[in-house]
């Protein structure tokens, strides 16, 4: 993986609350990646979204072995992101910090019974979305993720743009829809960020989802840093 601007990175974080990542997986890795999601073997259970009143559409929990390219996003982009996620719990005043190492962290998770892994494959249809949602799955939950978007808009498909949405403390919520081309990344919070105000860093809730699909198929890669439970 190529060196990526890690200050450019955070300052779009601190500010918007996501950071695009331009190219993070080349076509080929993402033609492979999204061509796994009808191999059932690689994959530890499969949701449906429309049975459980999240959406419509469907994606599938990778199973172990996770393949190269998601183990290596995994382990490569961690060690940066824990290092803007203990900023972040300072500024927030959470006592939690996490180690540089993502294996360290991944013991963590373990020892408390999240053995399961995360990062998922989405597939949406004209039609489907997601409702907005955040990735909570255990005791211990890194405040960072990503998402890597595996198909080509326009030529693949129409629609089904990332949004987040911010809930401010007394104050009206704020969109952010992210236009994403194949192969990049958005990095974004799994449930709150800080934010600074007149008196100091608050905390803001997010949630992200997906709009309505207009045509085509997408594929989505979703990389999750904690286990689940």
């Known amino acids: 993986?190529?060196?990526?601007?890690?200050?450019?990175?955070?300052?779009?974080?601190?500010?918007?609350?996501?950071?695009?990542?331009?190219?993070?997986?080349?076509?080929?890795?993402?033609?492979?990646?999204?061509?796994?999601?009808?191999?059932?073997?690689?994959?530890?259970?499969?949701?449906?979204?429309?049975?459980?009143?999240?959406?419509?559409?469907?994606?599938?929990?990778?199973?172990?072995?996770?393949?190269?390219?998601?183990?290596?996003?995994?382990?490569?982009?961690?060690?940066?992101?824990?290092?803007?996620?203990?900023?972040?719990?300072a500024s927030m005043g959470?006592?939690?910090?996490?180690?540089?190492?993502?294996?360290?962290?991944?013991?963590r998770c373990h020892a408390a019974g999240q053995t399961r892994p995360t990062p998922l494959l989405l597939r949406y249809r004209a039609g489907d979305y997601n409702c907005l949602h955040q990735n909570l799955y255990g005791e211990h939950v890194f405040p960072l993720q990503l998402a890597v978007l595996l198909s080509r808009p326009q030529d693949d498909f129409t629609g089904g743009e990332f949004v987040l949405t911010e809930q401010r403390p007394r104050m009206q919520s704020r969109v952010e829809v992210v236009p994403l081309a194949q192969g990049d990344a958005v990095i974004f919070p799994v449930a709150q960020r800080p934010v600074n105000g007149t008196r100091g860093s608050y905390r803001v809730n997010m949630r992200h989802g997906v709009s309505r699909l207009r045509s085509g198929m997408r594929h989505t890669l979703g990389i999750i840093f904690h286990d689940a439970s």
């Open 1 to 89: 993986m190529r060196a990526l601007d890690w200050p450019q990175i955070e300052d779009e974080l601190n500010q918007y609350g996501c950071a695009v990542v331009p190219r993070l997986l080349n076509p080929a890795q993402c033609a492979a990646l999204a061509a796994r999601y009808d191999d059932a073997s690689r994959f530890r259970s499969k949701v449906v979204m429309q049975r459980h009143g999240f959406g419509q559409g469907e994606y599938q929990y990778w199973a172990h072995p996770l393949p190269e390219a998601v183990a290596a996003l995994r382990e490569q982009l961690y060690g940066p992101l824990a290092a803007i996620a203990n900023r972040w719990q």
């Open 94 to 107: 959470l006592e939690t910090r996490f180690p540089s190492s993502h294996a360290d962290f991944l013991a």
